[in-house]
């Protein structure tokens, strides 16, 4: 996933081959659950005594950011191979992620970032597995590489599902992209893969035990249900995102834009009620330069007297523009968007390809436009 973040992700432990590797705040909450569960299923089944379950519960914990720091650390190596910039990683309550820059990514490079993740986390589960076989750990080291395997295994198998926000979500984002050539088109259909695997683990681990008999253990339902709802929250932004992007091109500032006039600022009310009568639409003043500077405020001229029309200044009665608050008539809503973020203004000039005044544009026509919402 390509972004960025102003504000610092968490806690900075240090850098890893150069890339920056914060811990969130929300981690100690899932390390406490794992730390508090484990420690009470070791104590219960009476393997290890009093203290040392919760001891090496907390060690437990402690192996699942190290199989969640590698798989991290794998994508953001593969990432540089592929020079994509500014990576960080933050190991967070899901586990973990990592963060890039603004860039323009091709769907090879993206499957081969995304899949560095899973690969690292088998890896290090075969690592693991070759220590059990070939040395004689005690109890203690034996349950922790046990737990090491599994977690390793059971990490990068569910990572490698064919479902956003998941790893191998990228393998059907990636087909999609190189079949139809938009991005925005393959993340939507691998959203939808997982939002099936989300009500999938809410299946494999509440409702099938259920159904069988079997009783629902508190830790794992919680924990099923919790990335179940991760997923589902994750795919319903990346949707609405993609859904946004591909409307972006569709939407022009001409279709949205009110007809609109330019005055000279100078001019009075009764110049404006004249015009009006003439043409109607919307009134924007310029200065001498021809810079729009206001929007006369139809609930604020109708207030004026028409017998002082002669007498009130236009800018009386006027709106003020923001600096630079001014569109082509033909940008689409890339440009538009652009607008949104760099110009302190409600409303928008729109100028022709002649530079004459022709119509005046709402942020909020904007942006229910670039989000589908128009009628």
């Known amino acids: 996933m390509s972004e960025t973040s102003e504000k610092s992700p968490g806690i900075k432990l240090g850098r890893i081959g150069g890339v920056p590797v914060y811990l969130s705040s929300s981690w100690f909450i899932i390390t406490a659950v794992i730390t508090v569960s484990m420690g009470l299923q070791l104590s219960r089944g009476q393997w290890i005594p ?3 379950a919760y001891v090496l519960g ?4 402690v192996a699942i950011a190290i199989a969640v720091l590698v798989h991290e650390v794998a ?6 191979a592929f020079k994509w910039p500014d990576a ?3 190991l967070t309550l899901m586990g973990g992620h990592t963060q890039f820059g603004s860039f323009k990514a091709k769907p090879g490079a993206s499957l081969w970032v995304a899949l560095a993740g899973p690969v690292s986390n088998f890896v290090l589960a075969g690592v693991g597995w070759l220590v059990i076989q ?6 203690y080291s034996k349950l922790l590489l046990d737990f090491f395997v599994y977690a390793n295994l059971l990490l990068g198998a569910f990572n490698a599902l064919p479902g956003l926000p998941l790893d191998g979500g990228r393998l059907v984002e990636s087909i999609v992209w190189k079949a139809t050539g938009s991005q925005f088109k393959g993340t939507i259909a691998s959203s939808w893969v997982g939002r099936v695997i989300a009500v999938g683990v809410v299946f494999f681990f509440v409702i099938y035990p259920y159904l069988r008999g079997q009783e629902v253990q508190i830790i794992t339902a919680v924990v099923g249900l919790m990335v179940a709802m991760f997923m589902w929250q994750a795919t319903t932004g990346l949707i609405a995102h993609s859904k946004m992007m591909l409307n972006l091109p569709t939407v022009i500032a001409s279709d949205l834009m009110k007809p609109a006039s330019a005055m000279l600022s100078q001019v009075t009310v009764a110049d404006v009620f004249a015009r009006l009568n003439q043409r109607g639409g919307e009134i924007i003043l310029v200065d001498a330069k021809g810079m729009p500077v206001g929007v006369v405020d139809a609930q604020a001229i109708s207030r004026v007297n028409p017998s002082q029309a002669t007498e009130v200044p236009a800018l009386a009665v006027a709106r003020a523009l923001g600096q630079g608050a001014i569109v082509a008539e033909d940008s689409d809503g890339r440009a538009l968007i652009d607008y949104l973020a760099t110009v302190s203004s409600a409303e928008y000039a ?14 909020q026509d904007i942006v229910k436009a670039v989000t589908g919402r128009r009628k």
């Open 75 to 80: 994508h953001a190596m593969t990432a540089r």
């Open 50 to 52: 009093g203290l040392g």
């Open 58 to 61: 907390f060690a437990c914990a």
């Open 134 to 139: 070939n040395l004689e750990p005690g109890i």
């Open 350 to 363: 729109v100028i022709s390809g002649q530079g004459h005044v022709v119509g005046l544009l709402h942020q």
């Open 88 to 90: 960080h990683i933050v």
